[in-house]
């Protein structure tokens, strides 16, 4: 049973810094194309990064250059790292996993995932 279980949120000032992580399990953590993808009040989900099975690591323009997404298939985590983070980052941020997402293209479509965690709230405040 595949189950994903994500931590690290919280509150924080605008030009900060967190980190996330989402603890997998009932899968072959490295078969897995996975993603970050986040959703804010009103709004629809966004994919905000992804990391594919073969190591391709796509960002939204949004947060290209200030998030780094990683993963550690010894330990079957994966890891969001935020940097300058603004008010407008502020939303329930999931962890996303799926078998195999075809094209590559479409890692960061909400949609094509299968699996989900519960989610992390992330506030930033300005």
């Known amino acids: 049973q595949v189950q994903l279980v994500e931590s690290g949120g919280g509150s924080v000032q605008a030009g900060g810094s967190l980190t996330l992580s989402c603890a997998a399990s009932?899968?072959?953590?490295?078969?897995?194309?996975m993603a970050w993808v986040r959703q804010a009040p009103g709004k629809e989900r966004e994919g905000v990064a992804s990391?594919?099975?073969?190591?391709?690591?796509v960002y939204a323009d949004s947060v290209e250059g200030r998030f780094a997404i990683s993963r550690d298939h010894a330990k079957n985590t994966l890891a969001l790292h935020m940097n300058s983070l603004k008010p407008e980052d502020t939303a329930m941020y999931y962890c996303?996993?799926?078998?195999?997402?075809?094209?590559?293209?479409?890692?960061?479509?909400?949609?094509?995932?299968?699996?989900w965690g519960q989610g992390t709230q992330v506030t930033v405040s300005s």
């Open positions: 990391i594919a099975s073969t190591g391709t690591i």
């Open positions: 009932g899968f072959t953590h490295r078969a897995y194309d």
């Open positions: 996303a996993a799926d078998l195999w997402i075809y094209p590559e293209s479409r890692l960061l479509v909400p949609g094509d995932y299968h699996y």
